[in-house]
């Protein structure tokens, strides 16, 4: 046997442990949910086939246009906070003093996990012992009493809150990741040339963290569109569904409805949404990039 042949043997057995569990976990799932997605199945009696009805019910399903909403608001929102916050603050504590205590503190609450998180901030806009209903009558000089989770659109407003104050440090860490790769030199003529900081950053800084910044907002449009933990604890899609994302829909549609074939059309759609609208900005990005060099 020649040697590349065996070179090339050792390198399939190597490899073929990852390619069986990604196979067995992730294809072959994606595979069952597309196939139940044309049926009728409450998971006791026998699927029956109906073609493309799930996904013609969808158009006309007032829940999934709700959560479908609802998902691009979680979308904007991230892109708009906690991601400009993460730039913001990556720009401003970077060489400061301190700066790894900075660093540590918001990057801290991206180590509680997301139910955690719910509880938290559960607790934090409850009704009654809310702190941030009593930290907002210190301001007002009364009782305030604002039903943010039972409100809407509070309770969105709310768990985007709770999203961007776990999400933030994340997207800080990554940016600073970026600003350490930018070289001195063109930031220093800048200066020479008697740039402003807000020039400085906006013709140099930021097209130069472009590589970073696809990865970051790629990551964070995957993130709010599959968010599922974080909603459910805190207000798990309502009151009457009015803050569901299509994560949480699928979820109760197959496992609390019991309509195992809706839910896998809402989870395809779902997949869909998110391979087109990220692999669409990934691609144009490194077609930018690529222009460049």
Same mark, same amino acid.
């Given at each position: 046997?020649?040697?590349?042949?065996?070179?090339?043997?050792?390198?399939?057995?190597?490899?073929?442990?990852?390619?069986?569990?990604?196979?067995?976990?992730?294809?072959?799932?994606?595979?069952?949910?597309?196939?139940?997605?044309?049926?009728?199945?409450? *998971?006791?009696? =026998?699927?029956?086939?109906?073609?493309?009805?799930?996904?013609?019910?969808?158009?006309?399903?007032?829940?999934?246009?709700?959560?479908?909403?609802?998902?691009?608001?979680?979308?904007?929102?991230?892109?708009?906070?906690?991601?400009?916050?993460?730039?913001?603050?990556?720009?401003?504590?970077?060489?400061?003093?301190?700066?790894?205590?900075? =660093?540590?503190?918001?990057?801290?609450?991206?180590?509680?996990?997301?139910?955690?998180?719910?509880? !938290?901030?559960?607790?934090?806009?409850?009704?009654?012992?809310?702190?941030?209903?009593?930290?907002?009558?210190?301001?007002?000089?009364? %009782?305030?009493?604002?039903?943010?989770?039972?409100?809407?659109?509070?309770?969105?407003?709310? *768990?985007?809150?709770?999203?961007?104050?776990?999400?933030?440090?994340? /997207?800080?860490?990554?940016?600073?990741?970026?600003?350490?790769?930018?070289?001195?030199?063109?930031?220093?003529?800048?200066?020479?040339?008697?740039?402003?900081?807000?020039?400085?950053?906006?013709?140099?800084?930021?097209? *130069?963290?472009?590589?970073?910044?696809?990865?970051?907002?790629?990551?964070?449009?995957?993130?709010?569109? =599959?968010?599922? %933990?974080?909603? /459910?604890?805190?207000?798990?899609?309502?009151? /009457?569904?009015?803050?569901?994302?299509?994560?949480?829909?699928?979820?109760?549609?197959?496992?609390?409805?019991?309509? *195992?074939?809706?839910?896998?059309?809402?989870?395809?759609?779902?997949?869909?949404?998110? !391979?087109?609208?990220?692999?669409? /900005?990934?691609?144009?990005?490194?077609? =930018?990039?690529?222009?460049?060099?």
């Amino acid at each position: 046997m020649k040697e590349r042949t065996q070179t090339q043997i050792v390198a399939y057995l190597f490899i073929f442990p990852a390619v069986f569990l990604v196979g067995t976990l992730l294809l072959n799932p994606m595979v069952q949910n597309i196939y139940y997605s044309f049926f009728t199945w409450d *998971m006791v009696s =026998k699927p029956v086939f109906i073609g493309f009805g799930n996904y013609i019910n969808l158009l006309g399903d007032t829940n999934f246009i709700r959560s479908f909403v609802n998902t691009v608001i979680w979308v904007v929102f991230t892109l708009a906070v906690p991601v400009l916050g993460g730039l913001i603050i990556a720009i401003f504590i970077r060489g400061l003093r301190g700066e790894r205590i900075f =660093k540590s503190i918001i990057f801290l609450p991206l180590a509680i996990s997301f139910v955690s998180t719910g509880i !938290i901030w559960t607790n934090m806009f409850n009704f009654n012992s809310g702190i941030i209903n009593g930290f907002l009558s210190l301001f007002a000089g009364r %009782d305030v009493e604002i039903a943010w989770l039972t409100t809407v659109p509070l309770n969105t407003v709310a *768990m985007l809150i709770s999203w961007s104050w776990q999400q933030t440090g994340n /997207y800080m860490v990554l940016f600073l990741m970026g600003l350490t790769t930018i070289p001195q030199e063109p930031v220093e003529a800048a200066i020479i040339d008697g740039a402003s900081a807000w020039q400085t950053f906006r013709n140099i800084t930021v097209p *130069m963290l472009q590589p970073i910044t696809t990865v970051v907002i790629g990551q964070a449009m995957v993130n709010s569109f =599959k968010a599922f %933990d974080l909603i /459910y604890v805190i207000t798990r899609g309502g009151p /009457y569904r009015s803050s569901e994302t299509l994560a949480v829909t699928m979820f109760r549609e197959s496992f609390s409805m019991f309509r *195992m074939g809706y839910g896998a059309s809402v989870a395809v759609v779902l997949s869909a949404i998110i !391979i087109l609208i990220s692999g669409t /900005y990934v691609r144009k990005q490194i077609s =930018k990039d690529s222009l460049h060099y």
